[in-house]
DNA sequence: GCCACGATAGTG
DNA sequence: ACTATCGTGGCG
């Protein structure tokens, strides 16, 4: 008997190996899944941020290499899950090259399976599919417990905005660096943003 | 050691 | 607009 096929697939770290603008954008329509203890939870990502790296007065990464935001500095497709506000955690995908510091936030998601709350806003997103710091910062995003797969393409519009909750960051926080699929409920930022 | 503050979310 | 709640980074 042949193995029944599995039903999503990792992305290769590839697709992560790249421009993290092009990654974020590239990220609408995909699925997050994490798999824990025979539990399957399952979102489809409509809503993105780009991180570019050390230059960017946004990024965790403006301060080097600290300990808190070492793993951006590291190999693409691997997870950087940090504590915002003391309560609530953030997971962003690592990209571009090793040693880049570049990284994309997960902001948004539509439920497909599995989830605990309604994946709107990065900190509801990882509640939703029980993603946090201690388990997951670090993570390889290429094995079988925590990864992206394919979607079909969105049939929404692509639109793109400045980043939110970054207004320290001067020009930075003005450029447009966020992506989201336009018209879908499970945008977050309410109806301004959408 | 201290201290100010956050890539948030919920309430008023 | 206010705040829960704690790790982080800057500074001394």
């Known amino acids: 008997m042949p ?19 092009r990654v974020a954008r590239d990220l609408l329509g995909k699925v997050l899944v994490h798999r824990h203890r ?14 570019l790296g050390e230059r960017d007065q946004a990024s965790h990464a403006r301060f ?10 590291g190999p693409p497709g691997v997870a950087y899950v940090y504590l915002v506000y003391g309560m609530h955690h953030c997971m962003n995908v690592v990209t571009g090259e090793d040693g880049a510091a570049s990284a994309v936030l997960l902001r948004a998601a539509e439920p497909l399976r599995g989830c605990l709350a309604v994946p709107r806003g990065p900190g509801k997103l990882c509640q939703a599919l029980a993603i946090r710091r201690e388990r997951h910062d670090g993570m390889d995003l290429c094995g079988p417990r925590l990864f992206v797969a394919d979607g079909p393409p969105p049939a929404e ?4 905005s400045a980043r ?10 003005r ?19 959408r």
Do not use: C, H, Q
């Open 64 to 73: 080097g290499p600290t300990r808190r935001a070492a793993v951006m500095f």
């Open 157 to 160: 519009p692509v639109r793109t």
């Open 38 to 51: 025979g539990v399957t939870r399952a979102a489809r990502i409509v809503e993105t941020e780009a991180y």
């Open 175 to 193: 450029r447009r660096l966020r992506w989201y699929l336009g018209g879908n409920p499970w945008v977050s930022g309410g109806k301004a943003a």
């Open 164 to 173: 939110i909750g970054v207004t320290y960051a001067g020009a930075w926080a």
């Open 3 to 21: 193995s029944p096929p599995p039903l999503a697939a990792p992305l290769p770290r590839a697709f992560f190996a790249r421009d993290p603008r």
